[in-house]
């Protein structure tokens, strides 16, 4: 009999530009310096083809300062782009797109292209899916996965809630997505905002994930900064407590300050005036619960 072995997980901690700002530009190198000074070594940079900057002097300061860099298709992404669509040239045009930008990611690089790669979001088709719906998604995410490897970036997808999208909504039909693309260059990252509409048990739904996740978008049910509201935190911690490895704990929302763009994205409430704030309050909370949630010496939270 093989003897048990405890799992260890080291907890990392990020953030989003859009607690920032919308679009990156060559003006924006400061707000690393901000990210990291908060205790940040993580950083999810939003690609599209309306941002412009220079990839090469991002990728140093962002190397220089010890700091990983994700990135999104968060930006202006056409439409007809989709690699699940239902008419074959939009996937053809899809997969086209996605590997210029997963381009763009090595550029910078990066560790990880995320988002919800097999559809688009805001389309949601308000009928049952057809039987071949989810087998082509999955065929363009395996050369989605194929091409981004060869370039050193996972390709990692994230589940939705029904008013984003209609094809992946929770944790489970990820991690089968995952599966039926079969290639092992594909992650999981979960968000804790969505699955507030699509997940009855979270710790059920990180659990069953474990195998292939990358990470959790860490927020409350409002967007909000972590803690006050309904997501269950020590369900949460508990189960990444199981992880083996890195778990990065990403801080997402849309700036909601004077010049913020909050209300562009859906975000009507005065949820993230001060990033530097949300990050402070965000990590000491996530911080806090990791710590009352677990207590084993397998446990690593990467300190200030």
């Not at 300050?257 to 990590?283: H, K, M, W, Y």
Request: with cysteine.
């Amino acid at each position: 009999m093989k003897p048990f072995v405890m799992p260890v997980v080291d907890f990392k901690f990020g953030a989003h530009q859009f607690l920032w700002k919308s679009h990156w530009t060559d003006r924006d190198l400061g707000i690393l310096d901000q990210a990291r000074s908060l205790g940040l070594t993580l950083f999810e940079i939003s690609l599209g083809d309306d941002v412009e900057f220079d990839r090469a002097r991002l990728r140093w300061h962002a190397e220089s300062l010890g700091i990983e860099l994700t990135v999104g298709p968060g930006n202006h992404w056409p439409e007809e782009c989709n690699l699940s669509a239902d008419d074959a040239r939009h996937r053809q045009i899809g997969l086209a797109w996605h590997k210029k930008t997963v381009g763009q990611a090595a550029e910078l690089g990066a560790a990880a292209y995320c988002g919800a790669h097999y559809g688009h979001p805001g389309q949601v088709c308000r009928r049952p899916p057809p039987a071949e719906e989810m087998p082509r998604a999955a065929e363009n995410l395996h050369a989605l996965a194929e091409y981004a490897g060869r370039l050193g970036v996972r390709v990692v997808i994230e589940p939705m809630s029904r008013f984003r999208t209609h094809l992946v909504n929770t944790a489970a039909q990820a991690v089968n997505l995952v599966r039926m693309a079969a290639h092992p260059n594909l992650s999981v990252n979960l968000d804790t905002y969505h699955m507030i509409t699509e997940e009855r048990d979270y710790g059920a739904a990180i659990r069953g994930a474990l195998p292939v996740l990358w990470g959790v978008h860490t927020c409350e049910n409002d967007r909000g900064v972590p803690g006050g509201g309904l997501i269950p935190w020590m369900a949460v911690f508990e189960a990444l407590g199981e992880a083996n490895g890195c778990v990065r704990l990403m801080l997402e929302t849309y700036n909601t300050g004077p010049e913020g763009f909050g209300c562009s994205r859906g975000i009507f409430q005065n949820l993230c005036p001060d990033p530097e704030a949300f990050v402070r309050q965000g990590t000491a909370f996530l911080r806090g619960s990791i710590a009352a949630a677990l207590h084993n010496d397998s446990i690593r939270v990467a300190q200030l």
